[in-house]
Each structure stands twice: as C-alpha cells, then as structure tokens.
C-alpha cells in the first residue's frame, strides 16, 4: 500500500469511527432524555393538589410548640454527620387530608359502648356540655370527646402501685403484645399503624402519683406502650411506564421500598412504597399510648392489665391528595439558628424521658442527622405534612452532654402555588393506574 493509499484509508475510517461517536451520542441523550420523563409527574414538579389555591392551603400551615431555653443559652450549632453534609432528600413529597369526624347524632350511644369495652358501666354516664362524656368507677376514670371518640382513661396510682405489689410486672415484648391484642378487642385497626413498631418506656409510679422512668423492669410499676404510624412519600405501580427506573433511583436516597401485589384486570401489580415515620410533638410518646401492668384480674386476659391509654387517633386518606416542593434543609437549619424552629426534646444523654421538661442552658448544638418524617398533632389538623427533624448533640453550659431534636416544617411555604394539573403518566398495556 503507497503512502497515498494509507492516507487515503486513514481518513476514510477516522470519518466512519466520527459518525459512529455522533450516532453513539445521540442515542445516549435519548435514553437520557427519555429515562427522566419516565419519572411521575407530580414528583418532577409539585401539583399542590390539596387545595384549589394556595391561600386556602396557606391557611393551614404548621405551628409547632417549642421548648424554652434557660436565658442566656447560645444557638451556636456545627454539622458533623457522617457524611460531613446533609445527606440528600426529596425535593417534593406527598401530603395527606386528615378525614376529621363531624359531630354525630351516634356519638353518646357510640361513647357508651366504648365506655363498655373498657369495662365502665355504660348507663353511668356524664355529659359534659357538648364537648366530652365521662365515667367514673371505683379506681379509673375515662373522658370520651364527643366529636371523634378520642379518649383517656386513667387509674389512681395509688392503686397501680397496690397491685404492682401483688405480682411481677409484665416483660416489655408482653406488654407489647397485651396493648396490641387489646386495642384490636376494642375495634381498633388500621395499616400505617400496623406498619410502625411499637416502642416501650419503663415507669415507676411515685409517691406522690407522679411518673418517672424506671432504670429496670423489676423497679417498674408500668410498661408503657406507644403505637408508631407511618406513610408513604412516594408511590410507584409497576405498571408505570418506567417504574422499575424510578425505584431504582429513588432506592439510593431513601432505601428500600415496602412492596405489595394486588391484581388489576386480571394483571399483578406491584406497588414500590417508600415510607417515612410519622411523628408527634413528644418525641418519646405517640399519640396512642397503653400503659400495662400486673393483670388486677388473673381471669381476664387483657383489660385487667391496662390502667392506663391515652388515645388520639386521626384518620388519613389512604391516596395523597397532592405533593409539594420542599425548601432544602440547609434553609432549615439557618432558620432554626435564627431561632425559628421548635425545640421538641432536650434531656440528658440517657436521662429521664418521662418526667416534665425544666429549661436548660445551651452552649452549642452539633448536628448528627437531618431526617424528614411527618407531622401530627394532638390538636386537630386539615393536613399530614412533613417535617424536617434535626436531632445530635448538646454541650450545657455546665459542660454537661445531652442529646436535641428540632423540628422544622419542611414545605416550601413561600412558594406554594394553585392546583395545577398534570397530564396522567402512561401505563403499560391498559392495566390501569392505581392513584398514587
């Protein structure tokens, strides 16, 4: 071959191996292109769903209580998780409508016959106002709200502590198993709570009918068991087209998914879920909580052991009504340092988590984790919305170590804007969509 012949070849391949880069390109930026549009509508940008404006979903923005400090406290903080950053979240979530009850023409007929699963005499019954119906026996009290039968029932402890000397306090697993047996003998039921984790807090009831916490089993009159709920940020059906794409990208920023099947026309569908907890203003108390002791009764298998329950529940749409923008957590934190955040525990390392909070004073906050859960309350609420929660450690200003948690509400609330509407993503085959 002359040299003029090679020259000749050597351009000739470098214009083929030119081509074959820029068609090798090209399909690149369209699978690109293509994989980002798989991702569902409503998490690229937010549909702000659960209003039809965003004065009347304004209205209803989170206000959460804080702890007050000593005087003379610093809100100095320093970032030291793992990472060295705040590991990334979602930019838009889902957000949920509480189906808050209207008074009932049944409520004091219903108010009775849960006066008598809890074992009062239903007839015995006393009304107060229009607000709440109570009855009283020998040792217990219960206080039913008429709106929505949320309730509490409690037990001179006085009497706890007679029968607490009368047998051996049941294990924390026991404990767990009597509360759970129990509320589902009085009808109660339902799946992001099912879903939580019960947790447990030994008590020791005081002298004087105060609660602290026991350091040991064998020094509690009480095991005390709170009921954990969670919900989904973000829904994927596996008929989405793309859904296996966004699972995938979602996993490696919020974990594995909750997965379940179901069969939709004659097809299974796997539903992808990433949860996140739902979590109230005390930290260490949901807003169910069974108090179990030694059975006053042998005979009887679960109400004897229950002297005390404190229950809130409010009932979630199971399908978010929209999703909403989140702020980034940096801004959270400036604005917690500015003092704008809530303070919603603040104790020693291992110290007493039952006894009433007394301000302290801070020298300096070092965040470990910045975690996003969602938010319920005590008080009734339009909305579930999320939160951001800060939590680490805290140097008092005796040089002491103590541990922190902040809340923060997480939507972009300066940028809400008007339902939008969004084009419905396709779906393989006809299937059908489940609603996310």
Same mark, same amino acid.
């Given at each position: 071959?002359?040299?003029?012949?090679?020259? /000749?070849?050597?351009?000739? /391949?470098?214009?083929?191996?030119?081509?074959?880069?820029?068609?090798?390109? +090209?399909?690149?930026?369209?699978?690109?292109?293509?994989?980002?549009?798989?991702?569902?509508?409503?998490?690229?940008?937010?549909?702000?769903? *659960?209003?039809? &404006?965003?004065?009347? #979903?304004?209205?209803?923005?989170?206000?959460?209580?804080?702890?007050? !400090?000593?005087? %003379?406290?610093?809100?100095?903080?320093?970032?030291? &998780?793992?990472?060295?950053?705040?590991?990334?979240?979602?930019?838009?979530?889902?957000?949920?409508?509480?189906?808050?009850?209207?008074?009932? !023409?049944?409520?004091?007929?219903?108010?009775?016959?849960?006066?008598?699963?809890?074992? /009062?005499?239903?007839?015995?019954?006393?009304?107060? %106002?229009?607000?709440?119906?109570?009855?009283?026996?020998?040792?217990?009290?219960?206080?039913? !709200?008429?709106?929505?039968?949320? #309730?509490?029932?409690?037990?001179?402890?006085?009497?706890? $502590?007679?029968?607490?000397?009368?047998?051996?306090?049941?294990?924390? =697993?026991?404990?767990?198993?009597?509360? @759970?047996?129990?509320?589902?003998?009085?009808?109660?039921?339902?799946?992001?709570?099912?879903?939580?984790?019960?947790?447990?807090?030994?008590?020791? @009831?005081?002298?004087?009918?105060?609660?602290?916490?026991?350091?040991?089993?064998?020094?509690?009159?009480?095991?005390? @068991?709170? /009921?954990?709920?969670?919900?989904?940020?973000?829904?994927?059906?596996?008929?989405?087209?793309?859904?296996?794409?966004? @699972?995938?990208?979602?996993?490696?920023?919020?974990?594995?998914?909750? &997965?379940?099947?179901?069969?939709?026309?004659?097809?299974?569908?796997? +539903?992808?879920?990433?949860?996140?907890?739902?979590?109230?203003?005390? &930290?260490?108390? %949901?807003?169910?909580?069974?108090?179990?002791?030694?059975?006053?009764?042998?005979?009887?298998?679960?109400?004897?052991?229950?002297? =005390?329950?404190?229950?809130?529940?409010?009932?979630?749409?199971?399908?978010? *009504?929209?999703?909403?923008?989140?702020?980034?957590?940096?801004?959270?934190?400036?604005?917690?340092?500015?003092?704008?955040?809530?303070?919603?525990?603040?104790?020693?390392?291992?110290?007493?988590?039952?006894?009433?909070?007394?301000? $302290?004073?801070?020298?300096?906050?070092? +965040?470990?984790?910045?975690?996003?859960?969602? #938010?319920?309350?005590?008080?009734?609420?339009?909305?579930?919305?999320?939160?951001?929660?800060?939590?680490?450690?805290?140097?008092?200003?005796?040089?002491?170590?103590?541990? #922190?948690?902040?809340?923060?509400?997480?939507?972009?609330?300066?940028?809400?804007?008007?339902?939008?509407?969004?084009?419905?993503?396709?779906?393989?085959?006809?299937?059908?969509?489940? %609603?996310?």
């Amino acid at each position: 071959m002359t040299l003029t012949e090679a020259a /000749f070849w050597t351009k000739r /391949f470098g214009v083929i191996a030119l081509v074959m880069l820029s068609i090798f390109l +090209i399909v690149v930026i369209i699978l690109t292109s293509t994989a980002s549009k798989n991702v569902l509508p409503q998490y690229i940008s937010a549909n702000y769903a *659960c209003t039809e &404006t965003k004065t009347e #979903f304004l209205s209803n923005k989170l206000d959460i209580p804080s702890l007050q !400090l000593s005087a %003379g406290s610093g809100m100095y903080f320093e970032l030291q &998780t793992d990472s060295g950053k705040i590991d990334a979240l979602p930019n838009i979530i889902n957000v949920y409508k509480f189906e808050n009850p209207i008074q009932s !023409l049944s409520s004091q007929a219903d108010a009775k016959i849960l006066a008598n699963k809890l074992g /009062f005499t239903a007839e015995k019954i006393t009304r107060n %106002g229009t607000e709440s119906y109570s009855w009283t026996d020998a040792n217990r009290t219960l206080v039913v !709200l008429s709106k929505n039968l949320n #309730f509490t029932m409690k037990t001179n402890t006085s009497y706890i $502590r007679r029968m607490a000397a009368t047998g051996t306090t049941p294990s924390e =697993q026991e404990a767990k198993s009597i509360a @759970v047996n129990f509320l589902r003998n009085i009808g109660f039921t339902t799946t992001d709570y099912v879903n939580g984790t019960p947790t447990t807090t030994l008590i020791n @009831v005081n002298p004087d009918g105060s609660f602290s916490q026991a350091g040991s089993l064998s020094e509690a009159e009480l095991v005390k @068991v709170d /009921f954990n709920r969670n919900k989904s940020m973000i829904t994927i059906p596996s008929n989405t087209v793309g859904a296996n794409t966004m @699972v995938e990208s979602f996993k490696k920023n919020l974990g594995e998914p909750d &997965t379940e099947s179901t069969i939709i026309n004659d097809e299974r569908i796997d +539903i992808y879920t990433f949860n996140t907890a739902v979590t109230f203003l005390d &930290t260490d108390s %949901g807003n169910i909580s069974v108090y179990v002791g030694v059975a006053a009764d042998k005979n009887e298998k679960y109400l004897s052991s229950i002297y =005390q329950m404190d229950y809130t529940y409010w009932p979630i749409q199971e399908s978010a *009504c929209g999703t909403y923008e989140l702020i980034n957590p940096n801004i959270a934190i400036e604005r917690i340092q500015a003092g704008e955040g809530s303070l919603v525990y603040l104790n020693d390392i291992k110290g007493d988590t039952v006894v009433d909070y007394t301000p $302290r004073s801070v020298k300096k906050f070092t +965040i470990l984790y910045v975690n996003l859960t969602y #938010f319920e309350s005590a008080n009734e609420q339009k909305f579930l919305q999320p939160v951001y929660v800060i939590s680490g450690e805290v140097i008092f200003s005796n040089d002491t170590k103590g541990e #922190f948690d902040f809340y923060y509400p997480a939507i972009d609330y300066d940028n809400v804007q008007n339902k939008i509407e969004q084009v419905a993503p396709k779906t393989v085959e006809k299937s059908g969509l489940l %609603g996310v």
